[in-house]
């Protein structure tokens, strides 16, 4: 099933990450986006590549804890996180292409993003074999709903959680 989720004036679906990532995806006519999985451009309407979430229902590990945490506490858009959800979120599923994505659930229910979900927090990282990567926190129908990870330039998967010290802004990052 293709989810529909949308970001201020694009209209993404779910899918596998691009080779040229997220920022030029979405700026791209027929983008795509993925829970647990990334962004990737379609061909002709159909998706380059589709990815399948492995359904895990466990808790929060604490990097995971002290990514979503710093996430939510420094906002890239206007819309407020809700923090009092934290204690209460668990993994509801992980990504089967082998990415470090995650989406949530709260209190044993996943968080759907079948209405849309809206990126709050966007950042890039280095990986350590120095790719580019990038990471964001979304939310869905109001909720927290996960942690997206993705490769900038297509030379590997994310196959970590970054340290939130590893993050910076697009504005920051080297041209």
């Known amino acids: ?100 994505s995650i989406d949530f659930s709260l209190e044993g229910n996943p968080i759907s993003v079948k209405n849309g979900m809206t990126v709050i927090a966007d950042y890039l990282y280095k990986s350590k074999s120095n790719s580019q990567m990038g990471c964001f926190l979304f939310m869905a129908d109001g909720h927290l709903a996960g942690i997206e990870v993705w490769s900038v330039d297509g030379a590997e998967t994310p196959s970590e959680l970054p340290d939130p010290s590893e993050l910076y802004s697009y504005e920051q990052a080297p041209r």
Do not use: F, Q
């Open 1 to 100: 099933m293709v989810e529909l989720i949308t970001r201020p004036g694009s209209t993404l679906r779910r899918y596998a990450p691009p080779r040229d990532g997220l920022r030029n995806a979405l700026r791209a006519k027929n983008a795509t986006a993925a829970p647990a999985g990334g962004v990737s451009a379609c061909k002709n309407g159909s998706p380059v590549m589709a990815h399948i979430n492995l359904e895990v229902c466990r808790p929060l590990h604490e990097k995971e804890r002290d990514l979503l945490v710093w996430l939510a506490n420094n906002l890239t858009t206007s819309v407020p996180a809700p923090l009092k959800e934290v204690p209460n979120l668990e993994v509801a599923s992980t990504c089967k292409c082998g990415c470090a």
